[in-house]
């Protein structure tokens, strides 16, 4: 987490209190009962968000300095993660500040919330999910369908994340895309997820499990985006003991 995240909800907050500064002072355009009815409502509306947006800054600032946050402000937190993060990254797109910058402070203060909760789970409920682009794009076997059919020779992350599960007994799934993310879920039925993607990919994600924790773990491309991309197997490694 960092200060910078923290200047993007302050942002947002005073965007947000200037905007019903204006609705309340600029005259009203036309003194039609539907138009007074529609700001009322709005008004309200950027109320609450402000509020909620005060709340999320003072959790973060706790959560910052390593102090207790109470268990409502941390739900309430993920909450306004989920629901109001387009308008943090409008917000930083004012700025003109990098959108994977914001999206990793979110994995930041995710992760945070997530192992604030020091979880204890059984390995067999916990499921790793890393995405298609790891595996080497030379190699011939298909290890989306059954992640055995890799040979473990050494040249892509596939063979470290294997040992993982063999040390760990955690459950291990390769994905190509959602619909097989969604599946690996449906069939596994994990109660807690470690999820190994893009920042773009991974906003998403914790955007559609809501219900179970997920630990953010973003990939690394030194090749570009989709191919040839590597994790840092420890970040891995820390993640799953931190669910156990
Ligand atoms: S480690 Fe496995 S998936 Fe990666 S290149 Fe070797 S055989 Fe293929």
């Not at 797109?93 to 204890?120: G, T």
């Not at 291990?172 to 895309?177: A, E, N």
């Not at 997820?193 to 906003?203: G, H, S």
Request: glycine share 4%; charged share 20%; aromatic share 10%.
């Amino acid at each position: 987490m960092n200060s910078k995240f923290i200047f993007i909800l302050s942002s947002l907050f005073f965007t947000i209190i200037l905007s019903i500064f204006v609705l309340i002072y600029v005259p009203f355009l036309s003194g039609f009962f539907i138009y007074d009815f529609f700001q009322l409502v709005l008004i309200i509306l950027l109320i609450v968000i402000s509020v909620w947006t005060l709340q999320t800054i003072l959790t973060v600032t706790l959560l910052w300095y390593n102090k207790k946050a109470p268990r409502f402000m941390k739900k309430s937190t993920k909450k306004f993660l989920v629901l109001l993060f387009p308008l943090l990254e409008w917000t930083g797109d004012l700025w003109r500040m990098n959108k994977d910058y914001i999206r990793q402070a979110y994995m930041d203060l995710n992760n945070e919330l997530v192992l604030r909760e020091k979880y204890k789970f059984e390995p067999k409920d916990i499921l790793v999910m890393s995405p298609h682009c790891l595996q080497n794009s030379s190699c011939q076997y298909k290890v989306t369908n059954d992640i055995n059919n890799c040979r473990k020779c050494g040249k892509c992350n596939v063979d470290n994340l294997l040992q993982l599960q063999e040390k760990y007994g955690i459950n291990l799934r390769i994905v190509s895309g959602g619909t097989l993310a969604r599946m690996a879920i449906k069939e596994v039925r994990p109660k807690a997820i470690v999820a190994v993607a893009c920042e773009r990919d991974l906003v998403s994600g914790l955007n559609d499990i809501r219900h179970i924790p997920v630990v953010a773990v973003i990939n690394q491309r030194p090749n570009g985006p989709c191919i040839d991309t590597s994790v840092d197997i420890d970040e891995v490694e820390r993640a799953i003991q931190s669910l156990l």
